[in-house]
C-alpha cells in the first residue's frame, strides 16, 4: 500500500488574519460565495466584504441554515451556481466549513475556509462529516484534494467561549491514538494510503502539544485573550489534528462518537466532546496502561471534557444501558472507522469499554 500524505495548500494563521482574506482570495477568484451563519456573519460580514473589495472581489453571500446535510448543500450550491461564482468562501465553524467544501465540490470550484473557533479538526482536511436534518451521522463525502487556503484568525478564535475551544482540544485528544491503532492494524488512512512516519509523528506531535499547552490556553481564553500557548492550541486542534487523522488514520474514537449521535440526550454535545469520551473508550478497548489512561483522564478533567455518561447527559435509569448497546452497534456499522482498529471489534466489546470508561471516569472525579 502506498503512504499518502495530503494537506492544505496554503495554512495561515494570526491575529487579525482575517482582515487579509481579499488578499488571499484574489489568487483564486474575482467573484466568490461567501457563506456564514446569521451570527458569524453579523460579526464579521463587514470586516469581510471591506477586505474582498479592497482587492477588487466582488461576492454574494448568503446564510447558512445550521446543518451540513445533503438538503442544505444542494440549495446553496444552487444559488452559487446560479450567481456563477468563481470560488467558495466558509466562515464559521465545522459544519459551516464542510458545508463550504462540499459546495466547492459540487460546483468545481476552489475553497477558501476560515474558522472563527478552534472546535474541531474539520477546516483543513478534504472531507465533510454529513448530518441528517435532524443532526444524527449521515456519512462521510470524500474529495479529491483539500482546501485551497485555510485562514485562521486567532484573534476572533480567542474570544470565541472557552468550551468550543476545550470541544477542539477533544477532538484533537483523539488523533494520535487513533493513528496509533490504524498504523497498527495497517489500514488505509482518510487519505487512501498507509499511514507515513510524517502523519504519525504529526498526530504525536498533537496529542504532546495538548498535554503541554491546553490548560494554559484554556485559561487565556477565559480571560478573553491569546498568548502563545492559545496560538500551539489553536494550531494543535486545526492543523495537527487535521493532518493527523487524515494522513495517519480514524479508529474507534471517532465511531464511538458517531454511536452516540443516535441518542437525543447527547444532542446538545460538541463534537469533540463525544470524541474525548470516545477516546477513552477506545484506551479501554486496547486496554491500555493505567499510566495511559490516567493522563488522559487527568488531562480531560484539567480542561472540562467529559469522561462520565452522566456528563454526555446519561442519567443512570432502567434504559442506560439499552440505549448504550444502541451506541455500540451504531460505533460497529459496516463502514465505520471502528473497523480500523487492529483486532476484530463486536458490539459487546464496544458496550464493555463504554461502561468500563464511565466508571473509570467516576472513579477518577469522585
Known sequence: MLKVIQSPSKYIQGPGALSHIGQYTKMLADHVF??????????IGDAVSKSLEEHAVTSHFEIFNGECSRGEIKRLSDISASNQCQAVIGIGGGKTLDTAK???????????????????????SALSVLYTELGEFDGYLLYPQNPNIVL??????????????????????????????????HKPTMAGGATSNTGLALAKLCYDTLLAEGYK????????????????????????????????????????????????????????????????AQLMLENSPNEELETVLDFC??????????????RDSEKLHQKIMEVAKASCAEGETIHNMPFKVTPEQVYAAIMAADRMGMDWLY
Do not use: W
Not at 35 to 43: G, K, P, R, T, W
Not at 153 to 178: C, H, N, Q, S, W
Not at 257 to 273: A, D, K, R
Not at 302 to 310: A, D, F, K, M, Y
Open 301 to 314: 478533567v484539567q480542561v472540562g471534557l467529559p469522561v462520565t455518561l452522566e456528563q454526555l447527559g446519561l
Open 102 to 124: 462540499a459546495i466547492a465540490h459540487a460546483c468545481r470550484l476552489p475553497v477558501i475556509i476560515s474558522p472563527t473557533i478552534a472546535s474541531t479538526d474539520a477546516p483543513t
Open 34 to 43: 461567501v457563506i456564514a451563519d446569521n451570527f458569524v456573519m453579523s460579526l
Open 217 to 280: 490556553a484554556k485559561l487565556a481564553v477565559e480571560a478573553g485573550v491569546s498568548t502563545p500557548a492559545v496560538e500551539n492550541i489553536i494550531e494543535a486542534n486545526t492543523y495537527l489534528s487535521g493532518i493527523g487523522f487524515e494522513s495517519a488514520g480514524l479508529a474507534a474514537a471517532h465511531a464511538i462518537h458517531n454511536g452516540f449521535t443516535v441518542l437525543e440526550e447527547c444532542h446538545h454535545l460538541y463534537h469533540g466532546e463525544k470524541v474525548a469520551f470516545g477516546t477513552l
Open 152 to 185: 485562521m484568525d486567532t484573534r476572533i478564535i480567542a474570544k470565541a467561549p472557552v468550551r468550543l475551544l476545550v470541544a477542539g482540544m477533544g477532538d484533537a485528544l483523539a488523533t494520535y491514538f487513533e493513528a496509533r491503532a490504524n498504523s497498527a492494524a
